[in-house]
């Protein structure tokens, strides 16, 4: 215990011994006398707390406050225990006030006991030591898409629709036409005295074989129009044999003209 001089500041500290209030005093008592709570003299343990707080008679009273309250409490109990008790006293008698003190006691050994067997367990990071932490290894996701070809195919062209603006242009067909072949024999309405055959009329400067062959289909059907309008006759001597024409004979004395009619 240290206490204040003149010389120094006074404020006390006060340290009795490592106990941590009067009830951890009086457990350490017991144990100093080596005995049982059981079979503690309860007037022995009185006497003995009284004895140690008179020791240090120069404590201060707002110090030492709770041990002087157990103190005086251990001699009203003392006195309780000596003297006999009134009839009618509805105070509890000494025998109850030792047993009270008993159980407080027992209380607190147990829990020290309990204390101490924590302590006594391994600890983190001094006896146990955990499993290290993991390495920070960079997580890089990569997607993965499951997607079908009309999905895949969706996509990049909303995609291409989006980015890309197109005009859409449709070329003239290179094909022979009705038109084309009604425009080139109406040259030659009037003048075709003698059959002839239809093939004769085609252009003569078409290599394409698709070319040549829309030109004698639209040239075929140019002529049936015009047979049917009466500006050409038209002869087939057998069954898918060569087809001629030829211009009427009214056509031939007043060399009429295709866009007469048309």
Do not use: C
């Not at 955990?130 to 062209?157: D, F, M, Q, T």
């Not at 009037?190 to 040549?212: C, M, N, Q």
């Amino acid at each position: 215990m240290k206490a204040a001089t003149a010389e120094t500041q006074p404020q006390l500290m006060l340290d009795l011994a490592g106990f941590e209030g009067p009830i951890d005093l009086l457990l350490a008592l017991v144990r100093e006398q080596k005995v049982d709570l059981g079979k503690i003299s309860i007037l022995a343990l009185a006497d003995q707390y009284l004895a140690f707080i008179s020791r240090q008679g120069f404590l201060r009273l707002e110090v030492a406050a709770d041990y002087l309250v157990m103190a005086a409490w251990l001699a009203y109990m003392k006195s309780r225990l000596l003297l006999p008790q009134p009839p009618e006293d509805d105070e509890p008698s000494g025998a109850e006030l030792a047993a009270e003190l008993e159980h407080r006691l027992r209380l607190l050994e147990a829990m020290q006991a309990a204390s101490r067997r924590l302590m006594a367990r391994p600890r983190v990071g001094q006896d146990v030591f955990l499993r290290g932490a993991a390495e920070g290894l960079a997580v890089i996701p990569v997607p993965v898409y499951e997607l079908g070809l009309y999905e895949l195919l969706r996509a990049y062209g909303e995609s291409r629709h989006r980015t890309t603006t197109t005009v859409l242009a449709i070329e003239p067909s290179g094909f022979y036409s009705m038109d084309d072949a009604l425009k080139r024999l109406a040259y030659f309405l009037g003048r075709v005295p003698d059959w002839r055959e239809l093939a004769r009329f085609l252009p003569g400067d078409l290599r394409d074989e698709d070319i040549l062959r829309s030109a004698l289909a639209a040239t075929f059907a140019a002529t049936l129009e015009l047979a049917r309008r009466g500006r050409i006759e038209l002869r087939q001597d057998r069954a898918f044999g060569p087809i001629y024409l030829r211009s009427p004979a009214s056509t031939l004395a007043g060399g009429g003209n295709v866009g007469a009619g048309w």
